[in-house]
């Protein structure tokens, strides 16, 4: 599978290869100094109630702010440094900064934080999180960790392991990108999933797509049947919003209701990053107000 994709990415990049790899090995050059140069940051996008229209939670998304690029997102620089390794270092500061921040917002919402695979598998997962959730004081039950089926397929049972042991620290477990992946279904009977993300290539099209619409739909109703709540990614519309309320998706995450932002920008929503000083709650936003960000 891994060949495949290879060799689809070869082929894709063909007539601008040379620059392509050129560009990516400088990047990987850039990336390995990015946490010490204190270049990494974390962007929170909220998660709502789909009924009440209320904030859930927030996913953490990681972003670099490069010196001469601007902000590059991870869609360009998770792959590489996942290929270099340095997704261990850089997953740790996610987790660390993400945690510590999450423990300062002045309510208890949850936090999503993406896993990659490398993450799971060689770095004493579970023993990380248990040490930064001690050093934050953050909450297990706030914490969340989005895995892809990806993720898991490299090595179902050492995974299933990391993820039981995790579990029992309290944290949850979400299947991120779900759809998207070559054995949904089978990966749903092995894991024990707290939530289900459904992609937002599904989600997109629920009201243009006659296939998205029902598999969308099939996938809340057995999702209902198996007791795990149901997350649509990227809604970006309002007929995007009725469609997943009338299926009775639990929850949703999109441009409709929030971009990802600074945790500065989110301060209004999640409370200033303070411990020390108690200040008046900062208003809630209304209720059913869903683009209040
Ligand atoms: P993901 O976990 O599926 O995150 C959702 C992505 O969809 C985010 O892109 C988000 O900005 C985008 N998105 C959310 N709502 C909408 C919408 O309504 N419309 C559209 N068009 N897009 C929407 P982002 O931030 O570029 O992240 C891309 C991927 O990078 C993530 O996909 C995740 O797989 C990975 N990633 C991000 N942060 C981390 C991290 O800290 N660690 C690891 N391992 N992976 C990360
Ligand atoms: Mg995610
Ligand atoms: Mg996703
Ligand atoms: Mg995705």
């Not at 927030?58 to 998770?78: D, K, M, N, T, Y």
């Not at 999180?129 to 895995?147: D, F, N, Q």
């Amino acid at each position: 599978r891994a060949k495949k994709q290879v060799g689809h990415k070869i082929c894709f990049y063909d007539q601008s290869m040379d620059e392509g790899r050129r560009t990516r090995s400088v990047l990987a050059m850039d990336l390995c100094g990015a946490v010490g140069r204190n270049e990494l940051l974390l962007h929170y996008q909220p998660q709502i109630d789909v009924r009440s229209g209320e904030i859930t939670g927030f996913e953490a998304l990681l972003r670099w702010q490069h010196p001469q690029r601007g902000l590059v997102g991870p869609s360009e620089f998770i792959p590489i440094a996942e290929e270099t390794g340095l997704i261990l270092p850089i997953g740790e500061w996610v987790l660390r900064t993400a945690c510590a921040e999450a423990a300062c917002w002045r309510k208890p919402y949850k936090l999503a934080i993406n896993i990659s695979s490398a993450q799971l598998t060689q770095s004493g997962l579970p023993g990380l999180v248990h040490e930064i959730l001690l050093e934050t004081g953050l909450a297990p039950s706030r914490l969340e960790l989005e895995i892809t089926e990806a993720t898991i397929i490299d090595d179902v049972n050492g995974t299933l392991r990391v993820v039981r042991q995790l579990k029992a620290l309290g944290v949850t477990i979400a299947m991120d990108d779900y759809g998207t992946g070559y054995s949904s279904l089978s990966t749903l009977q092995i894991f024990p999933f707290d939530r289900i993300k459904i992609d937002r290539s599904f989600v997109e099209r629920v009201t243009t797509n006659r296939a998205s619409a029902a598999i969308v739909k099939a996938t809340i109703l057995l999702a209902d049947n198996l007791e795990i709540p149901v997350l649509a990614e990227g809604v970006e519309t309002e007929e995007n919003l009725g469609f997943l309320r009338d299926a009775g998706c639990a929850e949703a995450q999109g441009f409709l209701f929030g971009r990802p932002l600074p945790v500065s920008d989110i301060a209004a929503l999640a409370g200033r990053a303070r411990k020390t000083t108690i200040q008046p709650l900062p208003q809630r936003p209304a209720e059913g107000s869903s683009a209040a960000t």
